[in-house]
């Protein structure tokens, strides 16, 4: 065999091999293998990744573009890897910034229990370390990220220009499916009612992974504070008096957070609307990123701040 032969038939193996090797950690870790693809895709859309100093550790920021400041905030147990579907093409007109919630991705603390002030903590000290106080935030959230973001809003209104709520909110009253399950026939009636019905269900391996997680995860952690501490950062009582515009985004299939959430949270709100997003479940920026585009974009283009906004992480320092 040729010098030429032997070098393709080395490169093919090792291409084989890679695979294998790929689709055995897959099987074995798919929920931590999807998310690294997820963040990686962000990489390659140009967006760049920055370590910020906290007083509850160093926190992951994702952030890229340019133009007005729109902070995309992920669900529990996620990453800021969800948004990779849609952050390529709100880059174009907005300067995103997507951080890992204290707990979540590559951000502290690592382990032990997760109080929500100790996200809200980690939040306001990543925006705080954008340059420039009065640079005007949208904040979008989708799930534990929606309440995060209603939580910093309250708390921060004069830095906040409008709330988009995506399957989350502030109030009691969401669905009545546990989000502990212990076996795989659990694990899958929370899962299906996180997915319209015409979207594939996951495989049985990942639904042993769901399993596996709950009982170290972030969700369980977060569930770990316990009622009482969950409870201190339940708005039910103050929405009568937020003064700001709030828009609601909601999946019509989601079933973890339903469609009767997103109404009673509106009628709690003085300004809010509601757009109600068909053939979608709970996390539309995976099921229906498109659809979810084509809801965000005249909102945020009608109701940004000016476009002549510095970037919020300047190239030096803290990037990776």
Request: net charge positive; charged share 20%.
């Amino acid at each position: 065999m040729s010098l030429a032969g032997e070098i393709l038939l080395l490169l093919v193996f090792s291409t084989l091999s890679a695979c294998v090797i790929f689709a055995v950690v897959f099987v074995a870790r798919p929920i931590a293998t999807t998310h690294w693809l997820r963040r990686s895709a962000l990489l390659r859309s140009g967006f760049r990744k920055t370590r910020v100093a906290t007083t509850v550790g160093v926190q992951t920021v994702f952030h890229g573009g340019a133009g007005p400041v729109v902070v995309l905030l992920h669900g529990a147990g996620d990453q800021a890897g969800t948004w990779h579907r849609v952050a390529p093409s709100l880059k174009r007109r907005f300067q995103l910034v997507m951080p890992d919630l204290a707990g979540h991705g590559e951000s502290d603390p690592s382990e032990g229990t997760l109080s929500l002030g100790t996200l809200l903590i980690a939040l306001e000290q990543v925006l705080e370390d954008i340059p420039g106080p009065y640079i005007p935030l949208t904040l979008v959230g989708n799930s534990l990220g929606a309440w995060m973001a209603m939580l910093y809003a309250e708390k921060h209104p004069q830095r906040v220009t409008r709330v988009i709520l995506i399957g989350g909110g502030p109030i009691r009253g969401a669905g009545e499916l546990g989000l502990m399950p212990k076996n795989r026939e659990e694990a899958r009636r929370v899962l299906d009612a996180t997915l319209d019905a015409s979207t594939r269900r996951p495989p049985n391996f990942l639904l042993d992974d769901v399993v596996r997680l709950s009982k170290t995860g972030q969700i369980s952690r977060l569930l770990a504070a316990g009622d009482a501490d969950i409870s201190k950062y339940l708005l039910d009582d103050k929405l009568a008096a937020f003064p700001l515009p709030v828009d609601l985004i909601w999946g019509a299939s989601d079933r973890l957070v339903p469609l009767d959430y997103a109404r009673k949270l509106q009628a709690q709100l003085p300004h809010a609307t509601l757009t109600v997003l068909e053939r979608c479940g709970h996390v539309p920026q995976i099921e229906r990123p498109r659809h979810l585009f084509a809801t965000l974009l005249p909102l945020l283009v009608a109701k940004s701040s000016p476009s002549g906004v510095p970037s919020v992480f300047p190239r030096t320092g803290g990037n990776s």
